[in-house]
């Protein structure tokens, strides 16, 4: 699968599991969501780049819970004919489906954002803070932590835009 979709299937599973660890108890566990996520790409993923392909997943995902609510079982990729089975409460999945229908819908905003500091928030509060309390997903140096941008003139590698310098080159 990682072969399939340029090595970014194995980063989009990791930021898959972070999202769920950041805001979800114990159950379901990250091996379910990894699942799910195996079945998006398989089902054909869309998304060229890391940001893309990440939005689209938890969306899949999101859809994916939503139907497991519903009753549905979800294939084990590894067993032909099985099903996998978790250990959750019919509330814990129900939260699931819900947090990350929000989530997911976050994520699609943020990558619609045209402000790159707002969607950078965005992003950092979809993938939440790591085992050590510290943020996941580190704001740009042109960017404050609440999501707005520092003032001054700080150019950063890729910028489309610069400020205009003395046009003295020597």
Excluded at 11 to 31: D, N
Excluded at 44 to 51: C, E, M, V, W
Excluded at 146 to 162: E, F, L, Q, T
Aim: with cysteine; hydrophobic share 45%.
């Amino acid at each position: 699968m990682n072969d399939r979709y340029d090595n970014l299937y194995v980063p989009v599973v990791k930021l898959i599991r972070q999202t769920r660890r950041a805001h979800l108890g114990k159950r379901p566990g990250g091996l379910f969501f990894e699942i799910l996520a195996y079945h998006a790409f398989n089902a054909g993923l869309s998304g060229d780049n890391l940001p893309n392909l990440y939005v689209n997943g938890l969306r899949a995902v999101a859809e994916q819970l939503a139907v497991v609510v519903g009753g549905a079982d979800v294939v084990d990729p590894t067993m032909p004919g099985a099903t996998i089975s978790v250990r959750v409460t019919e509330l814990q999945m129900k939260t699931a489906a819900s947090r990350f229908a929000e989530l997911a819908a976050q994520a699609e905003d943020a990558l619609a954002e045209d402000e790159r500091c707002r969607a950078a928030a965005a992003f950092r509060a979809c993938l939440g803070k790591g085992g050590d309390e510290e943020w996941v997903f580190p704001m740009p140096v042109d960017c404050n932590e609440d999501g707005s941008a520092k003032a001054g003139s700080v150019i950063v590698a890729g910028d489309r835009h610069v400020p205009a310098g003395d046009r003295r080159f020597a």
